[in-house]
């Protein structure tokens, strides 16, 4: 029996069981980036049936061939923004995975995908700096042409502290992604920092997409130009790699859990 699950793929509803030398899967994962032109996946499905059961110990990790027989991919999501990701569900249906395709070991499933957010979070981070950044250009660059009573529109105060206040944001996220990801890269853990750098630099990104919008007027509401589109990419940037809540739910932790360590 397939159970679906909810609208995230943090805590999935996939199973699976043992059958010989196999796990058959079941169930289904939604908005799963490159899921129309990936070779394999991975995948974290629950093999302990007790509802009961703690994450860290309930959910296995596996390697599932895309061409597996049983695994079907949904159709093409069309989304708010970033339109260029194909992305999609992905429905197994009893698909039979063999036990060599497990990662580490069984019920470690969490522990994976969890340090791999450690890794991944640095770079979203990144990318939404780059929005930022973009973002700021092209208010910059509108605010010296624009003008409104004889002057450009940079000249007022208003914008001109607007653009500041854009600058301050892309220039301290690219220095919180960049300690988060130095740590990873050397070996230390980062959780602490990776989290503050996605939800800093997600936050910074909508901020300055949103501002952009409000410094072109009426002309950054319309397709015509670029920043409508960042203001439509940036949104998801504050959802996927752990939502703003959840990394502020890590941080607190953390910062909880090392008291007196720092």
């Known amino acids: ?5 909810p609208r995230s793929t943090l805590f999935p509803y996939t199973t699976l069981f043992r059958s010989g030398d196999h796990y058959v899967l079941s169930g289904q994962k939604m908005w799963i980036t490159g ?16 509802p009961m059961a703690p994450a860290s110990k309930a959910f296995t990790g596996f390697i599932v061939d895309a061409d597996f027989p ?4 949904g159709r093409k999501e069309l989304n708010m923004g970033q339109r260029a990701s194909d992305v999609r569900g992905v429905t197994f249906e009893d698909v ?15 522990r994976i995908a969890m340090g791999a957010f450690d890794a991944t979070r640095p770079p ?13 250009e092209e208010a910059t660059k509108y605010a010296t042409e ?14 001109a502290f607007m653009l500041a206040d854009m600058a301050i944001g892309v220039e301290l996220a690219r220095l919180s992604y960049v300690k988060a990801a130095w740590q990873n890269l050397y070996g230390q853990r980062n959780t602490y920092t990776a989290s503050i750098a996605k ?5 910074v990104a909508n901020k ?15 397709s015509e130009y670029p920043v409508e589109k960042l203001m439509r990419d940036a949104k998801i940037l504050m959802i996927y790699e752990g939502t703003s809540q959840i990394q502020r739910v890590i941080i607190a932790r953390e910062l909880l859990k090392n008291v007196g360590n720092r």
């Open 70 to 73: 049983g695994v079907i991919k």
């Open 96 to 110: 039979l995975v063999p036990k060599q395709n497990v990662l580490m070991s069984e019920g470690a499933g969490f």
């Open 208 to 222: 300055c997409a949103a501002d952009a919008v409000q410094i072109f007027g009426g002309s950054g509401f319309n």
């Open 124 to 136: 979203v981070a990144a990318s939404a700096t780059g929005l930022a950044k973009r973002a700021l």
């Open 199 to 203: 939800a800093f630099a997600s936050e």
């Open 1 to 5: 029996m397939i159970r679906r699950p």
């Open 146 to 159: 624009r003008k409104t009573f004889g002057v450009p529109i940079g000249e007022h105060q208003g914008v």
């Open 35 to 50: 899921g129309g032109v990936a070779r394999w996946y991975f995948v974290l499905a629950r093999t302990d049936p007790d």
